[in-house]
């Protein structure tokens, strides 16, 4: 019996009572009211069991239960034979009583405030079909919904399976969420670079093109998603999100922080930015030890020997780990900050959609980017002198990832961003001409290997038994200018107790 029942089931027997109630009050009420009583309260004890015993509820894992059939089998059998996506695909199913109430206190994390601001460009305006054909030229797929069904035009390949994991993702939110999808048309750009600029659109009425992709920047429009790597990343072995998880928190409980190297540490590709090869200068050396500690990524070598060096699991061995964006923003951040160590954020110009939660001090410590090796030495130096504080920074920021970051949540931004977005919706999306009706059996059901284990792995098995978050409410215009301000008040201190760390060390090296 679905919960949806359950909870009818409840509402009928407490009407009944009250009618029954209203018959016989005239007889003998108190004895009547107070079995009433007894009733409701009992109805509530009954509901909140059902919550908390027979279904566990958002936690982490219970509702991927691999072992028991999927509630939504793929049907690769009929979808070999008819290559015809199920006629039921996501489309209104049970349970769906329950999506429309939010339970009160269930706020999704702060950083859903952003989805208010990565729209607010079209606020005044709406959406039109014209603004949307304007993001076609850059985008490597159109995807439109409608009444639940998923129809996918595919304008040019994206780099390695960016394209396939981010559809799969979005299948699989229909798939969670079923029914609950409103209709929507949108463009897609699997790049690293957001680019749509924002001095060409001078708001409030210019109407840019909404064109969705990883991240974005201070000069740029772009609506950030979630990146593919949430269900997998292929060519790097990287597993979906909820089993890297699963890896780095079982890794965590075996090496403690205070056993952790007292060095800050990077591992990855160098050749993709100027930055980066810029930290190679902070390795340690005859002459300097920056405290840092570099090591190359060779991907190609890693792949030739299926990836023995390359687990994110094993790379939580230092007490302090660097971040530093590649061409763009990175996938990596949230692996780093999920390994317990104190993250060592190296200035980043890109924003994606939830590392705009992050505050300076509370779950990272900001680091230069004009000047690395002497602010990662001065950050890991204080950190070793304040190993207490370092290791809460730490620990905050695998918190952070840990609970405002599980993938149920990452569903429920999806959700919530493309629900804001069809709001502004001025027309209503038809199926392009030459689109094909995507699902997951038409993706997961022709390939083998690891894409189709990742698939497997990151499918969703049934729909969710609770609703999505409520999402906050807009920043108001002081509460977000102090918001913003504060987190740069805050890298500002920090980098003045740098500033005074190093004057005092010239000084001292100078009376030498
Ligand atoms: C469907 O076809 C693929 C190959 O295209 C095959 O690997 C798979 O086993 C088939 N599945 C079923 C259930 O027939
Ligand atoms: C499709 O849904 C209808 C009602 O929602 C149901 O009666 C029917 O059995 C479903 N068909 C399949 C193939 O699941
Ligand atoms: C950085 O230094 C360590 C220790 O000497 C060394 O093993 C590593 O290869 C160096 N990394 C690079 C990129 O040179
Ligand atoms: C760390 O402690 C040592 C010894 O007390 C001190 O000389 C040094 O300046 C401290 N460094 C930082 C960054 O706090
Ligand atoms: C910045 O931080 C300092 C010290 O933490 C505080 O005194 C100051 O008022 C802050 N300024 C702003 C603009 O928030």
Redesign the pocket.
Known sequence: MGECQVTMQIRRAIEEAHSRLKKYASITPRAVLSSFVFLFVSALVFAGWIHTSIFPGPSQFSIFTTSKAPDIPLKCTEWNMTRTCPVNYTTKQTHDCHLHHHKPGNECPSYFRWIHEDLRPWKETGITKDMVERARPPAHFQLVILDGKVYLQKFRPAYQTRDVFTLWGILQLLRWYPGKLPDLELMFNCNDQPLIRSKDFPLPKSGPPPLFGYNADRRTLDIVFPDWSFWGWVETNIKPWRYVLKDIEESNKRTTWSYRKPYAYWRGNPFVGKTRRDL?KC??SEKHDWNT????QDWGQESQQGFKHSNLEDQCTHRYKIYIEGWAWSVSQKYILACNSMALLIRPWYVDFFTRGLVPLRHYWPIRDNAKCTSLKFAVEWGNNHTEKAKAIGEAGSRFIYEDLKMELVYDYMYHLLNEYAKLFRYKPTIPRGAVELCSEAMACPVSGTYKKFMLDSMVRSPSRVPPCSLPPPYDPPSFEAFVKSKANLTWQVEKWEDEYWQSVNKNSKRQ
Request: charged share 15%.
């Open positions: 190679l390795n340690v500690r570099v090591y190359i």
